[in-house]
């Protein structure tokens, strides 16, 4: 049996979401939309990416596999400590050749996002709800130790620069509140990323140092990139001391087809 843990047993929930979807495929990335939030908002130190990758997979098998009319596909997501638990249930009772998937086929699609899944460090399994007719499908992702964490600093956007931001820019829309998108810092300045500027390889950031006056700065891109044939680029700005954005999230995808 594939089952990880009987879900009454497991420890106590720290952060919980849930939410219930149409079984239509429009449901995908809108849960997509949802999970990346709210993981953004818990501040999980794993990869948000890899987690919403895996989510918008499993909803897209059941949406897929074990549509019935009326029903539901729920969406749960939880934190206990650092692993972050992601549950998508159906209405379908089983799971046929769950057991049987060590690699993606073409006639095996529903394998495809349980391989994925794996590939990006996750535990699945699944387990028969209390109800006895629905199921749920559980990866589980662990935040590494040591992850680098985002700076938790948070900026409301003086109404003045928002509008000059909007000016300078091509952006239609500024946030009214930024974070700062340093990895987590003890002291120095904060910056919080405004718009793209309308000139070529430079961004408008809000920039602030405990409770003063927040500023609005036009600062050069950082040029630095990863190595690779990505060379993914960092977000940040030249010169910015703390590590680049891209030195989180290093992995190799291999469970492609
Ligand atoms: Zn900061
Ligand atoms: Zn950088």
Known sequence: MASIEDPQTVAPVEQ?????YSMVSGSVPLARIHARRTL???????????????????????????????ALVGVRLALEDRTLLIDVSDP???????????????????????CLARALGARVGWFLNADGSSKT???????????AMQCTHWRRVPLDLSREAREKSAATYVDRAVQ????????????????????YGTALWLRWH????????????CPVAAQ??????????????????WEDSLEEISCTS
């Open 16 to 20: 919980e979401w849930s939410l219930g």
């Open 210 to 221: 405990g409770t003063d006056e927040a500023r609005l700065v036009v600062l050069p891109d």
């Open 137 to 147: 499908v559980r990866a589980e992702l662990l935040a590494p130790d040591g992850a």
């Open 40 to 70: 953004t908002l818990w501040r999980w130190g794993g990869d948000v990416e890899d987690a919403v990758l895996i989510l918008s997979e499993l909803v897209a098998n059941a949406v897929r596999h074990a549509s019935k009319p009326d």
């Open 92 to 114: 379908m009772p089983a799971f046929p050749g769950f057991g049987s998937i060590v690699a993606p086929s073409p006639d095996q699609a529903s394998g495809r996002g349980i």
């Open 180 to 199: 700062c998108q340093l990895f987590a810092h003890s002291e120095g300045e904060h910056f919080g990323l405004l718009a793209d500027s309308g000139a």
């Open 228 to 245: 690779g044939p990505d060379g993914e680029g960092c977000c940040l700005f030249a010169d910015h001391t703390e590590q680049h954005t």
